[in-house]
């Protein structure tokens, strides 16, 4: 054989070949490659997106957190004020109760001094009658002189 015909049969078949490859091998492939890049590059663009929204989730978890804790803080507050409100209202109510027992003691004082000015006023009348019938030595009817002796015990 030839030598120059083997090299031209050999370009010719390496020719084919190539463009065999090219017609029905390489868009395949090519195809294959760039739906992989496209894959890669929206795993890619994913993760992004992702950890950009973890970010914006962790911010929001710290306001949420930082909210939560001043809106504890007034609650507290609030509860703190009402603590001592109701604190105010039960000395007040304590104060008025003590001043309503003291005012039942007096009123019951006054009404006792009042039966033992009386008792006394009785007992002087007694012995206004008792000297009166001892001066006079004679026996005073205390029915008829009940007014006279209702005057002189007011009197007295």
């Known amino acids: 054989m030839n030598i ?3 090299l031209i049969g050999q370009s010719i078949t390496f020719a084919v070949f190539v463009w065999f490859c090219m017609r029905y ?3 395949p492939i090519v195809n294959a490659l760039e739906t ?3 894959q890669i590059a929206d ?3 994913a993760a992004e997106r992702g950890r950009h929204e973890q970010e914006l989730a962790a911010k929001r978890a710290a306001e949420t957190l930082h909210e939560a804790k001043v809106k504890a803080a007034e609650i507290i507050g609030q509860a703190e004020k ?3 409100q109701i604190i105010d209202e039960a000395k007040a109510a304590a104060k008025a109760e003590g001043d309503r027992l003291l005012a039942a003691a007096q009123a019951e004082i ?3 001094a009042h039966r033992a000015r009386e008792q006394l006023r009785a007992q002087v009348a ?3 009658v008792a000297g009166a019938e001892k001066v006079l030595r004679r026996e005073v009817d205390a029915k008829a002189h009940a007014e006279l002796l209702e005057a002189i015990a007011k009197e007295i």
Request: net charge positive.
């Open 82 to 84: 009402r603590a001592a």
């Open 110 to 112: 006054e009404q006792e």
């Open 126 to 128: 007694a012995l206004v």
């Open 4 to 6: 120059n015909a083997t």
């Open 43 to 45: 795993g890619l663009a």
């Open 36 to 38: 992989r890049r496209k």
């Open 25 to 27: 091998i390489w868009p």
